[in-house]
């Protein structure tokens, strides 16, 4: 199975930046459009941004367009998202998400489609 694991989440102050990452292991990421999923204490887990298998194409959710940014390495097996102008209200846990894909693109928050989940990094932005 396709393994995904989650880095680079902690404690930021309102305004600052964090790069999260997603490494993939025993398979390549190469037929995988990543989504980025967020779940705070008491919501719903919702879509954040995706990226198509290739890097072409990127979609985010309204509330961090502008502030997100997500890309990828496929040599390197790893998807990543860069988050600047952090607020108190993207406090959450981040989860990295892999769905196989035939065709290119992908749709933010889509999780019907997913086949992998990583186990999540914690983000808290606070004073």
């Known amino acids: 199975q396709l393994q995904l694991v989650e880095s680079g989440g902690g404690l930021v102050q309102p305004g600052g930046s964090l790069r999260l990452s997603c490494a993939a292991s025993?398979?390549?990421?190469?037929?995988?459009?990543i989504g980025w999923f967020r779940q705070a204490p008491g919501k719903e887990r919702e879509g954040v941004s995706c990226?198509?298998?290739?890097?072409?194409?990127?979609n985010y959710a309204d509330s961090v367009k502008g502030r997100f940014t997500i890309s990828r390495d496929n040599a390197e097996n790893t998807v990543y998202l860069r988050m600047n102008s952090l607020k108190p209200e993207d406090t959450a846990v981040y989860y990295c998400a892999a769905s196989y894909r035939r065709i290119p693109g992908c749709t933010v928050g889509t999780v019907a489609t997913v086949n992998y989940w990583g186990k999540g990094t914690l983000v808290t932005v606070s004073s």
């Open positions: 990226i198509s298998r290739s890097g072409g194409s990127t």
């Open positions: 025993r398979f390549t990421l190469d037929y995988y459009a």
